[in-house]
């Protein structure tokens, strides 16, 4: 399989529930994020994972719990979450540069919905 | 105000027309990035560009540096490039992008 992979592509859940998401990337790059999707909003940044290690938390709720064992692998544990955390949540990656030059590399997304 | 303005919001046009799509910054930027995406939400990238122009097929990018100022141009129009196109620029330090809001195009046959 090629590029970056996101599972799974829907998720329904109810607020009290744990769930994860997983991202994927085949490309060699060693640089992953997370990014949320909502409605009528411009994309947003939510993690940055460097070489398997957080450089970015934007301001992201602890309901939200990434968690990079590699660089081809993230995840998102989400628990407790509330009905407005329901967006698409994309996965991308990337060379890791501190220059900021780096083309960013996108997953197919997963759409989730918080009951 | 957003750091990543993007304009116009929506955009329709018949197919074979030109079509222009703009996007100012207000940051210092390493690279200036432009995205499609699909219904359905996949994420392509079209262009990264620091300066000048670049062209793949019908798609141009320019930015002008000093005038904090990108444009994206679709050249003969096609259904097919009916999607959001995303501006995003990459600060001087760190892999962070900030996006402006997308324009959302549709060309009709």
């Known amino acids: 399989e090629t590029g970056v992979t996101q599972t799974p592509r829907h998720l329904v859940m109810g607020m009290t529930n744990k769930k994860s998401l997983k991202c994927e990337q085949h490309?060699?790059?060693?640089?992953m994020y997370w990014y949320k999707q909502s409605a009528k909003k411009p994309l947003e940044l939510m993690f940055v994972?460097?070489?398997?290690?957080?450089?970015e938390n934007n301001s992201v709720p602890s309901r939200f719990s990434p968690e990079c064992p590699n660089s081809s692998h993230l995840f998102l544990h989400l628990h407790t979450l509330q009905p407005e955390d329901s967006a698409l949540y994309l996965c991308?990656?990337?060379?890791?540069?501190?220059?900021?030059?780096?083309?960013?590399?996108f997953g197919p997304g997963t759409r989730l919905t918080v009951l | 105000k957003n750091e990543v303005e993007q304009s116009p919001q929506n955009l329709t046009a018949q197919e074979g027309e030109f079509i222009t799509i703009n996007c100012s910054y207000s940051?210092?930027?390493?690279?200036l990035h432009w995205l499609q995406q699909h219904p359905g939400g996949g994420i392509v990238s079209l262009f990264m560009?620091?300066?000048g122009k670049k062209k793949h097929g019908r798609l141009i990018a320019t930015i002008n540096i000093q005038e904090k100022h990108s444009s994206l141009h679709i050249t003969a129009s096609h259904p097919r490039d009916s999607a959001v196109y995303i501006c995003?620029?990459?600060?001087?330090?760190?892999?962070?992008?900030?996006f402006g809001g997308g324009t959302r195009v549709l060309v009709k046959p």
């Open positions: 991308a990656s990337s060379q890791a540069t501190s220059g900021g030059q780096a083309e960013q590399f």
């Open positions: 995003a620029v990459s600060k001087a330090a760190g892999n962070k992008l900030t």
């Open positions: 560009l620091s300066s």
């Open positions: 994972y460097n070489f398997k290690e957080q450089t």
């Open positions: 490309l060699g790059h060693n640089a």
């Open positions: 940051v210092g930027i390493s690279a």
